[in-house]
């Protein structure tokens, strides 16, 4: 027969064991948020690289704007497509910028996540030790609750760093609509140069006509004039 004390630290034991099978439970959960939050991290990454090649190819169209007003455009036009251009580049290197900071928020969410892995591991490896008598369990929970706040608390500021990457991103989205319109407003205010520019050629063109047309008329009226005066 069990002595009662015997009895009472058996299911205290028990108990303790109970609970760190919950609190590994809690771990294993807490590795699959994490490796989501890992799969969500990949696909902003992705998606942040797909920007990165439009905004070349907006540059690259822009370069190529600026070449076709640099070439033909009166010097008021080329002052005021010159500050709008100034406009864009400015824009442009904001863009930049924040796509530099959107990969740096993602190397500061992979490091979150390597640390939430390394405690998640840490309390896997204490596990083996929970049968060292009831003292040592005891301390063992603690040391439990403890790493699991810690790591509760690294998973929280790995949300927060993932919904500023999405802000960001956002952020860049609206920047490259903005930018986008400015180029549209460009190739317009361009082609509506162009298009009074061939206007002006028209007109100076059948001015020309005219004149030679006049003066042909006025030089044939006065050699009619000086051969009846003779």
Not at 87 to 116: F, G
Not at 180 to 201: C, G, I, N
């Amino acid at each position: 027969m069990l002595e009662p004390e015997e009895c009472l630290d058996i299911l205290s034991i028990v108990r303790y064991k109970t609970q760190l099978l919950d609190i590994i439970d809690e771990a294993a959960r807490l590795s699959e948020s994490e490796k989501r939050r890992k799969a969500e991290c990949i696909e902003l990454r992705l998606e942040i690289s797909s920007l990165k090649a439009d905004l070349s190819a907006k540059e690259l169209e822009l370069a190529t704007v600026d070449r076709t007003i640099e070439d033909g455009i009166t010097s008021e036009n080329a002052r005021i497509l010159s500050k709008e251009n100034e406009e864009l580049k400015v824009l442009r290197d904001n863009l930049k910028n924040l796509l530099e900071s959107t990969q740096n928020k993602l190397k500061q969410c992979e490091l979150e996540k390597y640390n939430a892995k390394q405690e998640l591991e840490a309390c896997k490896s204490l596990a083996p030790t929970r049968d060292r008598g009831l003292d040592s369990s005891a301390q063992l929970f603690d040391q439990f609750i403890s790493m699991q706040g810690h790591a509760a608390k690294k998973f929280e500021d790995l949300q927060l760093a993932l919904n500023d990457v999405r802000k960001e991103r956002s952020e860049v989205l609206k920047r490259q609509l903005e930018m986008q319109t400015e180029l549209d407003e460009l190739k317009a205010a361009m082609d509506d140069y162009q298009a009074d520019e061939q206007k002006y050629r028209q007109h100076t063109a059948q001015l020309k006509e005219q004149l030679i047309a006049e003066s042909r008329e006025q030089l044939a009226e006065a050699l009619r004039a000086a051969y009846l005066g003779r």
